[in-house]
């Protein structure tokens, strides 16, 4: 099953631009990189999904390298409201159950 | 508003307690998945429903025990908990959960179980 590590804990300022990297090697060909985004006593929500290179929505960016191996979510200049936990998830398409697994997160503090 | 509620929002129940969790989605979707979220552990995977039948169960205790009698519904039944399974308890539901396809979960707002 493919495993996933994140920072634990990032600390931010407002307008300031955070980068959270993700690290997947054992990474299937078919598997697709996820991110979510969960704040307290709610469910996790999808932020963004690529396969490679880069994808960009209303709300982040998301790099992933050639190799596959990593991944880097971008949120361009983040306000106290981004303070919540990030989730990389990646697929796991090799056993055939297609099983995701939830790693520890990042919980990204933004300060004013 | 994420389309998948759950209620209740908040359970107390002793061990000897039967009680049930239901989740309802109102996306039109075919997956449905019951998560348990612990302090300082990683989301969890319990069971997958797609199309009504259980797919997956992550070597789940028997004290949890799901029902699912169409696709907009999914409920956890439990029975003789133990504290150790007081935690946020997550529904969520995708598009058909099918080999080799990821669809974007919808997660609802959880039940926080206490058990006493």
């Known amino acids: 099953l493919a495993k996933t590590t994140q920072p634990i804990s990032m600390d931010s300022y407002e307008g300031q631009e955070v980068n959270i990297t993700c690290s997947h090697n054992?990474?299937?060909?078919?598997?697709?990189i996820t991110w979510y985004q969960q704040f307290p006593s709610q469910g996790p929500r999808f932020i963004i999904q690529g396969y490679k290179t880069k994808v960009t929505n209303e709300v982040a960016s998301l790099f992933i390298p050639a190799d596959r191996k990593s991944s880097t979510l971008s949120l361009p200049r983040v306000s106290l409201s981004d303070t919540a936990v990030y989730y990389c998830?990646?697929?796991?398409?090799?056993?055939?159950?297609?099983?995701?697994?939830f790693g520890t997160g990042t919980r990204l503090k933004v300060l004013a | 508003e994420t389309g998948v509620t759950q209620t209740p929002r908040h359970l107390v129940m002793g061990m000897t307690n039967k009680k049930s969790l239901k989740c309802e989605q109102h996306l039109g979707h075919n997956a449905m998945y019951w998560y348990k979220q612990s302090a300082k552990k990683p989301l969890e995977l319990m069971f997958v429903?797609?199309?009504?039948?259980?797919?997956e169960n992550n070597s789940v205790p028997s004290r949890f025990s799901p029902e699912c009698p169409n696709s907009s519904h999914l409920f956890l039944h439990l029975h003789t908990l133990q504290p150790e399974d007081s935690a946020l308890y997550l529904c969520a539901s995708s598009q058909e959960r099918a080999s080799g396809i990821y669809n974007e979960q919808f997660f609802g707002p959880g039940t926080r179980l206490t058990v006493l």
């Open positions: 429903y797609n199309f009504k039948e259980q797919t």
């Open positions: 998830l990646v697929g796991d398409g090799g056993s055939g159950t297609y099983k995701y697994i």
């Open positions: 054992n990474i299937a060909t078919n598997d697709y």
